[in-house]
Structures are given as structure tokens and as C-alpha cells.
């Protein structure tokens, strides 16, 4: 069964630091890993990740995938008070339009 | 600006009642999905649809149906909610291989009392 997996659940952190957010992924036809930040409402896209782009960067974000360790991580340097939010990961499989999304991770990060 | 629309960000509702969530893109999507949220248990799928008429179970349909009469409308039925439907819906709509990932609606919090 295909599957996704987030660590932490939760992290609690101070402004300034920087922090790493894991994603797992168990999939049978793997074509992209997706990264979202949810505040109080919809998900908004963050990165998109695939075979032919493993590194992507904006501002203080930015995110890996590991092929080979089916896995990606989340990096946000000098975090603010705006970063708390849900981060959710999800692989899209080539063989359906049906993301498969992992557990999500909250973060909070105070002043 | 492309857009999903949910009808309601906020509804409370009594044990019982039959409640309509209504989700609206304006993108020509084909594919249209609801999803439940709730801490610790990450986005649940409920159902999905491909194309109009049609529609396939997700993960969690039991007390649930849908309804997708026009392309653009994708219908949430609670046909006897109860408390433990509580939660946070998300409507979500794709292309049809979702290379891209979903463009989401900004969710309806119901409260079943």
C-alpha cells in the first residue's frame, strides 16, 4: 500500500532558529513529491519535486529528495512567527491523479 | 486568479440533519476531490471524482456521498451527520494525472451539535 510518512508531528521552536521537516514515501510509481504550508485555510504550494528537479530553494525555504532513500526534507533557516503553520508532504504516483498525502507536521515558532 | 470556492468557511449543524457541502472551480479541471483534516490523522480522502457523473470512493466514504452534476461542482452529502463528523473539509480539484498537484478551497470547519 502506498504510503507517506512525516516527522516530527508537531515542533516547537524560537524565532531565529532553523528547523528540518522529513518526509517518507513508500510509492509504487513515483512521478513528483509535493510540499504545502497550511495557515487557518487552504494548503498553498510551496515546491514541487521530481527525478529531473531534486533541489529547490525560496527565500529562507528549501527541499531535497532523496531518490535513493525515498525521502525529502523541509529546511527553513531564520524562522519567523509567520513559518507556524501545518507543512504537509505528498507524491503524486504516475498512475493516478490521486495525491497521497502524509500526516503533516505542525510547526509553531515563537517570538 | 484561478480559484476553488467552498460555500461556507464556518457551519454548525444538529445531530441528524442532512448537510451540503458545495465546492466550485473555475479552473476546467477534471478531477475534484473532498478531503476530512483533523490533527494527528493528516488529510483522509472521502471521495473523488475523474469526470462529471462519475465518482469513486476514497479512504473514509461510510456516511458520506457525492454529487457531480456539472464539471465544475463537486457536492459533499452528509446524509445523517453525527458529532463524530465534526472536522475540517477540504475540496480540492486537479488535472487529470496531477502532476501539479491540487489547487485547494479554503475549507468548511463544520460543528455537528
Known amino acids: 500500500e502506498d504510503k507517506v510518512v512525516q516527522s516530527p508531528l508537531s515542533l516547537v521552536v524560537h524565532e531565529g532558529d532553523t528547523v528540518t521537516l522529513n518526509c517518507s514515501y513508500e510509492?509504487?510509481?513515483?512521478?513528483?513529491l509535493l510540499w504545502y504550508k497550511q495557515e487557518k485555510k487552504a494548503p498553498t504550494f510551496l515546491f514541487m519535486l521530481?527525478?529531473?528537479?531534486i533541489e529547490k530553494k525560496s527565500g529562507r525555504l528549501s527541499s531535497i529528495l532523496d531518490k535513493k532513500e525515498l525521502s525529502s526534507i523541509l529546511n527553513i533557516t531564520a524562522t519567523q512567527t509567520g513559518d507556524s503553520a501545518i507543512y504537509l508532504c505528498?507524491?503524486?504516483?504516475?498512475?493516478?491523479?490521486?495525491?497521497?498525502f502524509g500526516q503533516g507536521t505542525t510547526l509553531q515558532v515563537k517570538p | 486568479d484561478v480559484k476553488v470556492t467552498q460555500s461556507s468557511r464556518y457551519l454548525v449543524k444538529r445531530t441528524g440533519e442532512k448537510v451540503f457541502l458545495e465546492c466550485v472551480q473555475d479552473m476546467d479541471h477534471e478531477n475534484m476531490f473532498w478531503y476530512r483534516q483533523d490533527p494527528g490523522l493528516g488529510l483522509r480522502l472521502i471521495y473523488f471524482?475523474?469526470?462529471?457523473?462519475?465518482?469513486e470512493k476514497g479512504d473514509i466514504p461510510e456516511g458520506y456521498s457525492v454529487s457531480r452534476e456539472k464539471k465544475e461542482r463537486f457536492s459533499l452529502i452528509l446524509e445523517s451527520a453525527s458529532t463524530n463528523q465534526t472536522s475540517m473539509y477540504l475540496c480540492?480539484?486537479?488535472?487529470?494525472?496531477?502532476?501539479?498537484?491540487?489547487?485547494f478551497g479554503s475549507g468548511t470547519r463544520l460543528t455537528v451539535v
Open positions: 521530481t527525478s529531473s528537479g
Open positions: 471524482s475523474y469526470d462529471v457523473k462519475m465518482k
Open positions: 510509492v509504487t510509481n513515483f512521478r513528483s
Open positions: 480540492a480539484s486537479s488535472t487529470p494525472q496531477g502532476y501539479y498537484g491540487y489547487t
Open positions: 505528498a507524491v503524486v504516483p504516475s498512475n493516478t491523479g490521486k495525491l497521497i
